[in-house]
């Protein structure tokens, strides 16, 4: 098991620089002949080994880190994770209830989410620990966190939630808008870019998010 790693090398000819062994995966039933094939399939990202008359199937994994108002997420595999606080560099692991495939935070809040839900974490700067807030089913694109505000893009529409997955407010968007793809808070402002090469900014320091 191995990746690709770009080098400063001006030729074009592959060479073993270019790749980098990570560690073992084991499968876990494995027939007298060991595995027969190993192919990309079916789907994005998902890799099928064969082995007699089994098929397993692993997830690719892009492991996510964030850094804001001072603290660091670092993703280190599908459901692990670990918050630095910035008052003492503490690092504190957690392991989520989902495969995280995306990932915001502030000084307060961590949100994880994939293509069913979405978890959220409360950070304690104080007591430097990280605390389950909530969990709930949703289809997330993206989402963003603003204080103990979470927006989760979904489908053709933007769910303003708290951190329970109680849902506040709803933003709208049009066919001409396209869907919500991704999110980023910044300051006061929701930015979310779509699917129709549009972007689209709410101040979300009021209440009710305005365009």
């Not at 790693?5 to 084991?26: H, I, K, Q, Y």
């Not at 001072?70 to 910035?86: A, I, R």
């Not at 849902?167 to 300051?187: C, I, Q, Y």
Request: with cysteine; net charge neutral; aromatic share 8%.
């Amino acid at each position: 098991r191995a990746s690709s790693a770009a080098t400063p090398a001006l030729s074009n000819e592959p060479s073993e620089a270019d790749w980098t062994v990570l560690n073992a995966v084991r499968v876990s039933h494995t027939a007298p002949g060991g595995i027969q094939s190993i192919r990309w399939g079916p789907g994005a990202n998902v890799l099928a080994v064969t082995s007699g008359s089994v098929v397993s199937l692993f997830n690719e994994t892009s492991l996510h880190s964030q850094v804001r108002d001072g603290h660091c997420f670092v993703q280190t595999s599908p459901k692990d994770f670990y918050v630095q606080f910035p008052s003492s560099n503490k690092r504190v692991s957690v392991q989520s209830r989902i495969h995280v495939k995306g990932v915001d935070l502030n000084k307060s809040y961590a949100v994880t989410w994939n293509a069913s839900h979405v978890e959220t974490h409360a950070l304690d700067d104080s007591t430097q620990t990280v605390t389950p807030a909530g969990l709930f089913a949703l289809a997330a694109q993206s989402a963003a966190v603003f204080k103990d505000t979470v927006f989760v893009a979904s489908e053709s529409r933007i769910l303003v939630l708290n951190v329970q997955g109680v849902v506040k407010h709803t933003l709208s968007f049009t066919e001409a808008d396209g869907e919500p793809m991704l999110l980023n808070v910044f300051g006061n402002f929701l930015a979310a870019s779509t699917s129709a090469g549009l972007v689209k900014l709410w101040d979300v320091s009021r209440r009710t998010p305005k365009p």
